[in-house]
């Protein structure tokens, strides 16, 4: 069964950083597409970036809205991907989901919270 | 990147009724489109993948059908559990994974 489990959300102030980690399980981590998706209180879904597999060197793209500020990794070892976010502003308050991509189907876990906020 | 528009914004059924949600992209996408359903604090459920292709667990009575720029999710005959807010997310290779604004059910 595939699982993700995203954490690492909380309160930080703005300019601050905050590191999100995405544990998986259920699958082989280096072969699949894996996406950051956010969603702000009361607001749509935002794709925010992604990292493509092993096969691709896992290279990785953002939305313009993160590009710069934001960066994704992955540790194959750990089978863990993970969101590193500096400069963080008001606006990037929200949920945070990870997600899989497998055989044209995306799998998401539950989300982490990210506060910024002084 | 593709910009998705899914209509409408915000709908109002009563149990039993069929229901259509429409999203249209601004290119060609193939097939590469997902239906979500999300609840309050809840993460989106994936309810069909590849535009018409129902994934495992979810009721008969939502489909999927189109290719190209226009799709529609269908749910056959509302039931009090499917009242929420669902998402169509295209995924067209090499290209950022871009979401429709969403379409709410609520109940009339």
């Known amino acids: 069964e595939v699982q993700l489990v995203e954490s690492g959300g909380g309160l930080v102030q703005p300019g601050g950083s905050l590191r999100l980690s995405c544990a998986a399980s259920?699958?082989?981590?280096?072969?699949?597409?894996m996406d950051w998706v956010r969603q702000a209180p009361g607001k749509g879904l935002e794709w925010v970036g992604r990292?493509?597999?092993?096969?691709?060197?896992?290279?990785?793209e953002y939305a313009a809205s993160v590009h710069g500020r934001f960066a994704i990794s992955r540790d194959a070892s750990e089978k863990s991907l993970y969101l590193q976010m500096n400069s963080l502003k008001s606006e990037d308050t929200a949920v945070y989901y990870c997600?899989?991509?497998?055989?044209?189907?995306?799998?998401w876990g539950q989300g982490t919270l990210v506060t910024v906020s002084s | 990147d593709i910009h998705m528009t899914q209509s409408p914004s915000t709908l109002s059924a009563s149990v039993g009724d069929r229901v259509t949600i429409t999203c249209r992209a601004s290119?060609?996408?193939?097939?590469?489109l997902a239906w979500y359903q999300q609840k309050p604090g809840k993460a989106p459920k994936l309810l069909i993948y590849?535009?018409?292709s129902l994934e495992s667990g979810v009721p008969s009575s939502f489909s999927g059908s189109g290719s190209g720029t226009e799709f529609t999710l269908t749910i056959s005959s509302l039931q009090p559990d499917d009242f929420a807010t669902y998402y169509c997310?295209?995924?067209?290779?090499?290209?950022?994974?871009?979401f429709g604004q969403g379409t709410r059910v609520e109940i009339k």
């Open positions: 290119q060609s996408i193939s097939n590469w």
């Open positions: 590849k535009a018409s």
């Open positions: 997310q295209q995924y067209n290779t090499d290209s950022p994974y871009t």
């Open positions: 259920g699958f082989t981590f280096s072969d699949h597409y």
């Open positions: 997600v899989s991509w497998i055989s044209g189907m995306g799998y």
């Open positions: 990292s493509t597999n092993k096969a691709h060197s896992y290279t990785t």
